[in-house]
C-alpha cells in the first residue's frame, strides 16, 4: 500500500478510512478512487469482500429483489442468469467489482474495527483494529451494513441442546443436513428461502412460526442466452429494463407511504397465492396474516408454500419458547425431538453498532448518543461525530425498493461533502444538531401515518416501537436530497494539514 503514510508511532495516516466491504464499502472505496484518491483503505472482518452477500451462504439465499437492479448503476452486469440471482453470483459480481477497479491493494480482510475514536487536537479518527494496527483518517466511512449482526433469540437451554445450531447468517460450510430432522426457528425473508431448499434432503423440517408473513408471487426465471446478449450488445435494452425494475419497485411506495388503505389490495393478491398453493385449508387457515401487508416486509417466494404441503414438512404456527438437549418446545409447551436447529431470526438491525466501538467529540459513545433510538441527518451524519459518515445508517433501509440505490445516493454525497471540505479548506465538518433535530421529527411523523405503524412488530421498529430503519418515502425523494451537499446543514472549521492533495483532486 505504497500511499498510505507511516504517522508516528507506527500509526499510518489515510484519507479515509472505510468499515466494510459490502456493497457500501466498496462503492465508496471505488467513488474515491475514481475522483483521485488513493490514500484509503477499507477494513473488512470476514475472510472476503461481499458483506452480507460474503456471509449468508445458506442453501437457497437469493435476492428478492431483481438483480438487474440490485447492482451498481455504473457497473451493469449483462449476464446476470436469473431474474433474482442466486448469491453466489451476487457475491462474485462483488469480487469482480474488486479486481476490475483496483481495490484488492486497499483491502485489509479478517481485520474489524476495534475502536474509531474522534482526535479533536487533529481533527482525525484514531481507528485501532483487530490486527493491532492503529490508523489515523480524516474521513470515516461505517459500511456495516443495518442486518450484519445476527440475533438469537434469548430460549432458555439454548446452549444445552447437543445437536447443531446456527444462525441462518452462519451457515456452517460443512453441515450436512441429509436425513437429519431439522427444525428452523423464524418465518422471515431468509426461512422462506431456506425451508424449500432443505425439504428435500432433510428427514423432516419443523417451521416455527410465530408471525406469518405475507408472501406474493416471485415469478423468478432463468435470462436465456439470447436475452443476454441482447443486454450486453444493446445496452439502452438494458438500461430500459432497469428502469423499468425501478419504477414497478418505486411504485409501491404509493401503497407503503401514501395510501395505506392500498395495502388491502396486496392482501387479496397475498391470500389469491396462498389458495392457489395451499390446498389444505388449515393449513392455509394457519398462514394467512392478520396485520396489513407491508407493516412487516412482503416477501416473494413461488416455492414456500408448496414446501409446507410435503409430507415431511410440519408448520408449527407457534413460538418456539425454549430449547432442550434435544427438543424444541413451542410456546403451548408440545416438544419435537430433533437433531439441527436452524436460527432464521433476524438481524439486531435497530442497534447495529456495539457499545465502545464509536467514540466522537467528548468521549460521546455512539451508542450512548443513540440511546434515546438511532438516528441520523440523512442517514449519514450524527451531530458529536464530525468527519464520519454513515451508510445505510438510520432510516435509510427500504421496505420496497433497491437499497444498492440509496447507497449510490449516500456516497455520491458523501464525495459532495469532500469536495466541499477541500473548497473550504476545512479539517472538520459536523450536521448541526438542530437540523439533524428537525430533520428526525419530520421522518418521525411522516413514518407514523405508513402502513410500518400499522399494528405489527417488525425489525423495522425498535424496542419502543420507533421505527429507526426504514426510510418514509420515495426513493426519488431520498435521491434528490442527496445531489447536492448542503453546506449550510453542517459547521465547517480547520486546522493546518501535512498532506497538500486533501481529499483528493478531482471533481466528485
Ligand atoms: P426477520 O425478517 O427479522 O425474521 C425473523 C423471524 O424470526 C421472524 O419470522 C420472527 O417472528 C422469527 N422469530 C424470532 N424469534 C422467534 C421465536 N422465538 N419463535 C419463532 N419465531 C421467532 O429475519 P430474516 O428472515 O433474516 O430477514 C431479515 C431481513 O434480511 C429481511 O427482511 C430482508 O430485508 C433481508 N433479507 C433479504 C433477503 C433477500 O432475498 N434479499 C433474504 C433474506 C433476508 P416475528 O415475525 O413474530 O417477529
Not at 116 to 135: H, L, M, N, Q, T
Not at 199 to 228: K, M, N, S, Y
Request: hydrophobic share 40%.
Amino acid at each position: 500500500m505504497d500511499r498510505i503514510d507511516e504517522g508516528s508511532g507506527g500509526e499510518r495516516r489515510v484519507e479515509c478510512l472505510i468499515v466494510g466491504a459490502g456493497f457500501g464499502g466498496l462503492c465508496t472505496a471505488i467513488r474515491l478512487k475514481q475522483r483521485g484518491v488513493e490514500n484509503f483503505v477499507v477494513l473488512e472482518q470476514a475472510r472476503d469482500v461481499g458483506g452480507t452477500w460474503e456471509a449468508n451462504t445458506y442453501p437457497g439465499c437469493a435476492c428478492d429483489v431483481q438483480s438487474h437492479l440490485y447492482s451498481f448503476s455504473f457497473e451493469p452486469n449483462p449476464d446476470w442468469s436469473r431474474v433474482f440471482s442466486p448469491q453466489p453470483e451476487i457475491w462474485e459480481y462483488l469480487r469482480r467489482c474488486v479486481e476490475r477497479y483496483g481495490l484488492r491493494r486497499h483491502l485489509r480482510l479478517g481485520t474489524s474495527l476495534s475502536q474509531a475514536r474522534f482526535d479533536e487536537g487533529a481533527d482525525e479518527w484514531r481507528v485501532a483494529a483487530s490486527d493491532g494496527s492503529i490508523w489515523r483518517a480524516r474521513i470515516l466511512v461505517v459500511a456495516t451494513g443495518g442486518l450484519s449482526v445476527p440475533s438469537l433469540p434469548s430460549l432458555p437451554g439454548r446452549e444445552r441442546f447437543a445437536g447443531e445450531s446456527f444462525h441462518s447468517a452462519r451457515w456452517p460450510a460443512d453441515v450436512d443436513l441429509s436425513g437429519r430432522r431439522v427444525a428452523v426457528i423464524g418465518t422471515g425473508a431468509s426461512a422462506i428461502q431456506i425451508v424449500p431448499a432443505i425439504a428435500e434432503q432433510a428427514a423432516t423440517v419443523h417451521l416455527f412460526q410465530r408471525t406469518p408473513p405475507w408472501i406474493l408471487p416471485r415469478r423468478d426465471r432463468r435470462i436465456g442466452r439470447t436475452e443476454r446478449r441482447l443486454f450486453r450488445r444493446v445496452p439502452l435494452v438494458r438500461r430500459f429494463y432497469r428502469a423499468l425494475l425501478y419504477l414497478q419497485l418505486e411504485s409501491r411506495a404509493v401503497v407503503f407511504t401514501v395510501w395505506p388503505a392500498l395495502t388491502r389490495l396486496v392482501a387479496m393478491m397475498g391470500r389469491r397465492h396462498l389458495r392457489r398453493s395451499v390446498a389444505d385449508p388449515a393449513l392455509r387457515a394457519r398462514l394467512e396474516p392478520d396485520y396489513p401487508p407491508g407493516c412487516k416486509r412482503v416477501l416473494l417466494s413461488d416455492d414456500f408454500y408448496p414446501t409446507l404441503e410435503r409430507d415431511n414438512v410440519t408448520l408449527v404456527p407457534l413460538a418456539a419458547r425454549e430449547i432442550t438437549r434435544n427438543t424444541v418446545v413451542a410456546a403451548d409447551g408440545s416438544a419435537t425431538e430433533v437433531d439441527a436447529i436452524v436460527y432464521a431470526t433476524g438481524f439486531r438491525a435497530t442497534s447495529p453498532i456495539p457499545p465502545g466501538l464509536i467514540v466522537g467529540r467528548s468521549g460521546l459513545d455512539l451508542t450512548e448518543r443513540w440511546r434515546d433510538g438511532a438516528e441520523a441527518y440523512k442517514g449519514m451524519a450524527v451531530s458529536g461525530f464530525p468527519n464520519l459518515f454513515l451508510l445505510m445508517g438510520p432510516n435509510t433501509a427500504l421496505g420496497h425498493n433497491s437499497v444498492v440505490f440509496m447507497i449510490e445516493a449516500q456516497v455520491h454525497y458523501v464525495m459532495r461533502a469532500l469536495t466541499a471540505m477541500r473548497e473550504a479548506g476545512a479539517t472538520r465538518v459536523e450536521v448541526r444538531p438542530e437540523v439533524e433535530a428537525a430533520w428526525n421529527e419530520r421522518l418521525q411523523r411522516r413514518l407514523s401515518r405508513t402502513v410500518w405503524s400499522r399494528g405489527c412488530r417488525s425489525w423495522y421498529q425498535d424496542e419502543r416501537g420507533r421505527i429507526v430503519t426504514l426510510w418514509p418515502g420515495f426513493t426519488v425523494e431520498y435521491w434528490l436530497r442527496t445531489r447536492r451537499f448542503d453546506a449550510p446543514s453542517y459547521e465547517f472549521s480547520s486546522r493546518p494539514i501535512r498532506a497538500a492533495a486533501f481529499l483528493g483532486s478531482r471533481a466528485a
